[in-house]
Nanobody
């Protein structure tokens, strides 16, 4: 298993930016496709973005496309989520998750939380209006 720790969350005003980080340990990051999900109390956990093990493939939820950018630095065992033009509806706990790179990459599968075996504990992002 791989351990994942998110950081970088905080309180910002609408229109501002944040960069979330997900640090992996226990395994080499390049062994995994990585995803970001978010959850607000009373709502289902939803897909945000995903990146393949070598960063050749990217996927974004329609609600964040054009505003968020997922990236990775395998040498640093870290995945990032750059969030620009934040909106109050982006307020949520953000989780990073790992999916073994031997699992085939498809647009449908990378968007499903059950495809990911390892999860961080989350970091809170709050966007005020």
């Amino acid at each position: 298993q791989v351990q994942l720790v998110e950081s970088g969350g905080g309180l910002v005003q609408a229109g501002e930016s944040l960069r979330l980080s997900c640090a992996a340990s226990g395994r080499t990051l390049s062994s995994y496709h990585m995803g970001w999900f978010r959850q607000t109390p009373g709502k289902e956990r939803e897909f945000v973005a995903a990146i393949s093990w070598g960063a050749a493939s990217l996927s974004y939820a329609d609600s964040v496309k054009g505003r968020f950018t997922i990236s990775r630095d395998n040498a640093k065992n870290t995945v990032y989520l750059q969030m620009n033009s934040l909106k109050p509806e982006d307020t949520a706990v953000y989780f990073c998750a790992a999916r073994d790179r031997t699992d085939a990459w498809t647009e449908e599968r990378v968007r499903k939380q059950y495809e990911y075996a390892d999860w961080g504990l989350g970091t809170q992002v709050t966007v005020s209006s």
